[in-house]
């Protein structure tokens, strides 16, 4: 058992008591925790760094709020939502939006991902060059399909913007193209309530809740997009809450 500081907050990781499927181990190495496996089937170990590699990258040469989820998720000159990241992952997206000056809460149901998140956020904090953004990180593992209104309110932060990107249910071999999906696919599942999630998220978001799709898949079944954002690979479904359309929208 550790204990790790986490934007502020101390996240208790009980490593040893976290179940895993046969072939997949949470180990301890020089980078910091892994999530090992056969490489053949998963490829290298996955972990959290938000110093170095591609967050590193990102948050020196990455185009600042021109970015797509930032603009998709409302900052602009002199605007800056505090988020829920209902679906983190590993953190990328939560962290670009952290980098760029907002506060966000990341919610993890997969123990495991939790563990590498408070692992590389734990890092980042002790790091000169993305302290102050780890500082606007708060990790809450829980399962947002089923509380995430209780979440929210346990974390204390308005929920302007709620972030969601679930897993998009592939049925043919291209889904196996990325090997380390092979290894949230094997820990979560395909994301069949996300329907619910985007339920729940739009029963707490206060200003907008942007679902990240890729670029050519259906909406999430339920209530209309009010706009879309779309890059080359991937495209931002964003709902606007119902207090702030337009008036004409509303009438519809």
């Given at each position: 058992?550790?204990?790790?500081?986490?934007?502020?907050?101390?996240?208790?990781?009980?490593?040893?008591?976290?179940?895993?499927?046969?072939?997949?181990?949470?180990?301890?190495?020089?980078?910091?925790?892994?999530?090992?496996?056969?490489?053949?089937?998963?490829?290298?170990?996955?972990?959290?760094?938000?110093v170095?590699?591609?967050?590193?990258?990102?948050?020196?040469?990455?185009?600042?709020?021109?970015?797509?989820?930032?603009?998709?998720?409302?900052?602009?000159?002199?605007?800056?939502?505090?988020v829920?990241?209902?679906t983190?992952?590993l953190g990328?997206?939560a962290?670009?939006?952290?980098?760029?000056?907002a506060?966000?809460?990341?919610?993890?149901?997969?123990p495991?991902?939790?563990?590498?998140?408070a692992?590389?956020?734990?890092?980042?904090?002790?790091?000169?060059?993305?302290?102050?953004?780890?500082?606007?990180?708060?990790?809450?593992?829980?399962?947002?399909?089923?509380?995430?209104?209780?979440?929210?309110?346990?974390?204390?932060?308005?929920?302007?913007?709620?972030?969601?990107?679930?897993?998009?249910?592939?049925?043919?071999?291209?889904?196996?193209?990325?090997?380390?999906?092979?290894?949230?696919?094997?820990?979560?599942?395909?994301?069949?309530?996300?329907?619910r999630?985007?339920?729940?998220?739009?029963?707490?978001?206060?200003?907008?809740?942007?679902?990240?799709?890729?670029?050519?898949?259906?909406?999430?079944?339920?209530?209309?997009?009010?706009?879309?954002?779309?890059?080359?690979?991937?495209?931002?479904?964003?709902?606007?809450?119902?207090?702030?359309?337009?008036?004409?929208?509303?009438?519809?």
């Amino acid at each position: 058992m550790s204990a790790d500081r986490v934007g502020g907050e101390s996240v208790v990781l009980e490593i040893d008591d976290i179940a895993l499927p046969a072939g997949l181990t949470l180990e301890r190495r020089a980078q910091g925790l892994v999530l090992a496996g056969d490489e053949t089937r998963y490829g290298k170990p996955l972990y959290v760094d938000f110093v170095g590699g591609k967050a590193g990258h990102r948050r020196r040469f990455g185009g600042g709020r021109g970015q797509l989820i930032a603009r998709a998720c409302g900052l602009g000159k002199g605007v800056t939502p505090s988020v829920i990241d209902a679906t983190a992952g590993l953190g990328r997206d939560a962290f670009v939006l952290a980098s760029l000056g907002a506060s966000v809460v990341l919610l993890e149901r997969v123990p495991a991902i939790a563990a590498l998140l408070a692992d590389g956020l734990a890092r980042a904090v002790g790091h000169a060059d993305t302290a102050g953004i780890a500082a606007r990180m708060r990790l809450m593992p829980g399962d947002a399909t089923v509380e995430l209104a209780a979440l929210v309110a346990a974390a204390g932060q308005a929920a302007e913007v709620v972030h969601l990107d679930p897993m998009f249910p592939h049925r043919d071999k291209s889904a196996l193209v990325k090997k380390d999906m092979r290894v949230f696919r094997e820990l979560a599942g395909d994301d069949a309530d996300a329907p619910r999630l985007l339920e729940a998220a739009l029963d707490v978001a206060t200003h907008r809740v942007v679902v990240k799709r890729p670029r050519k898949a259906p909406p999430i079944a339920g209530p209309a997009v009010s706009h879309t954002l779309e890059g080359k690979t991937s495209r931002y479904d964003i709902y606007v809450h119902r207090s702030l359309r337009p008036r004409r929208a509303r009438e519809a």
